[in-house]
C-alpha cells in the first residue's frame, strides 16, 4: 500500500526528528517536498497515523496520512515520478 504523509509542524520548540525516523521506518519513502512523505508500506493509513500522532504536538500541529491512489497529476523531477510509478496501488 502506498500511503502520503502530510503535516503542518507549528510547534518551533518541538524536536520533530522521532517523528521523521517514524515516518522512515514505516516503509519504504520517499521526500521531495519539505512536508510532504510518500511511503510503501504493509500498514494502513490508521494504522500509520495512530503511530505518528504520537510525533506531533496535538495542539498545534496537523497530520494527513491518506493512500495514494494510481491517479495523479503534478511538477515533479523525473526521479520522483520514477519512484512513484515503480510502486504497486
Given at each position: 500500500?502506498?500511503l502520503?504523509?502530510?503535516?503542518?509542524?507549528?510547534?518551533?520548540?518541538?524536536?520533530?526528528?522521532?517523528?521523521?525516523?517514524?515516518?522512515?521506518?514505516?516503509?519504504?519513502?520517499?521526500?521531495?517536498?519539505?512536508?510532504?512523505w510518500?511511503?510503501?508500506?504493509?500498514?494502513?493509513?490508521?494504522?500509520?497515523?495512530?503511530h505518528?500522532?504520537?510525533?506531533?504536538?496535538?495542539?498545534?500541529?496537523?497530520?494527513?496520512?491518506m493512500?495514494?491512489?494510481?491517479?495523479?497529476?503534478?511538477?515533479?523531477?523525473?526521479?520522483?515520478?520514477?519512484?512513484?510509478?515503480?510502486k504497486?496501488?
Amino acid at each position: 500500500m502506498v500511503l502520503i504523509i502530510n503535516y503542518a509542524l507549528n510547534n518551533g520548540l518541538k524536536d520533530y526528528n522521532p517523528l521523521f525516523n517514524a515516518i522512515k521506518g514505516c516503509g519504504e519513502w520517499w521526500h521531495f517536498m519539505e512536508s510532504t512523505w510518500i511511503v510503501n508500506t504493509v500498514y494502513s493509513a490508521d494504522v500509520v497515523g495512530k503511530h505518528l500522532q504520537k510525533y506531533i504536538d496535538t495542539n498545534t500541529d496537523h497530520l494527513l496520512v491518506m493512500r495514494l491512489q494510481r491517479e495523479s497529476q503534478g511538477w515533479l523531477p523525473n526521479e520522483a515520478w520514477n519512484w512513484i510509478n515503480s510502486k504497486q496501488y
